[in-house]
């Protein structure tokens, strides 16, 4: 066979063989290819998306520092003196006196302005121990009347610091008189001693002594040990062996 016919068979057979190729598919072996994991944000970029800032709420207290309530004032004791003005305020009420028995004795009161007493208040006070029973009323010897008008008063029961009250007398035992003045040491009226049960029951013995002294009655001392002192002693300090008392009539 011619030379040239051999050639022209061998290209015609290549050629079918590279047009065969082509039309097959290629068939491979091996693991799928895995999904490709998305890159890593940035260390702070990371931060913010997986921990979100929380939200401010208009419902969330206040950052705050609590600070204490300061506690009330101490009661004035001796060891403070009252502050001296020398100018008194008189309560303006009326209270009548108990009963119809007994000599009647009218009295008005103030209290030094200093002091921050209420008039009104403390003469209320005095006119509640004085119409006690318990009190020198109750003898049906003599009863009391507080009136706010000073000139229809017999005489005249002040509250008053230490320094004013020694201008006119020297209060002991937390009181004193000097004629038509009473006058009560306003460093007693505030602090009682450990004898009385609180400041009720020794003002009541403050008051009632003070109302001894303008009746002219004389000092006591503790009778027996045991018994209640009489409202005339001083229970200022030692009781002698007698218990506190604030009443001359108990």
């Known amino acids: 066979m011619p030379v040239a016919v051999l050639l022209a068979l061998a290209l015609i057979t290549a050629s079918a063989l590279y047009f065969r190729a082509l039309s097959t598919p290629v068939q491979r072996t091996g693991h799928p290819t895995s999904t490709v994991a998305a890159l890593p ?43 001296s003005s020398g100018k008194f305020a008189t309560a303006a009420v009326d209270v009548a006196a108990v009963g119809a028995a007994g000599k009647l004795h009218r009295y008005s009161v103030r209290v030094e302005t200093s002091l921050g007493l209420k008039p009104d208040a403390v003469g209320r006070l005095i006119a509640g121990v004085l119409n006690d029973p318990r009190s020198w009323a109750g003898s049906g010897d003599v009863r009391f009347a507080l009136v706010s008008d000073p000139k229809k008063a017999e005489f ?95």
Not at 49 to 58: F, T
Not at 199 to 207: K, P
Request: proline content about 15%; aromatic content about 4%; hydrophobic content about 35%.
């Open 156 to 250: 005249t029961i002040s509250v008053a610091s230490v320094p004013t009250a020694a201008r006119t007398c020297q209060p002991v035992a937390g009181s004193c008189v000097k004629g038509a003045s009473v006058l009560l040491d306003a460093s007693a009226w505030s602090a009682a001693p450990a004898a009385f049960a609180g400041t009720g029951a020794w003002r009541a013995y403050l008051i009632n002594r003070a109302a001894g002294l303008f009746l002219g009655e004389p000092a006591e001392r503790c009778p027996k040990k045991g018994r209640p002192a009489p409202v005339m002693s001083d229970q200022s300090g030692n009781l002698g062996g007698c218990t506190a008392n604030p009443w001359p009539n108990p």
């Open 41 to 83: 944000l940035p260390t702070s970029e990371a931060s913010a998306a997986a921990e979100p800032s929380p939200s401010v709420s208009s419902q969330d207290p206040p950052l705050a520092t609590v600070k204490e309530t300061p506690s009330p004032s101490p009661v004035p004791s001796p060891s403070a003196p009252a502050k």
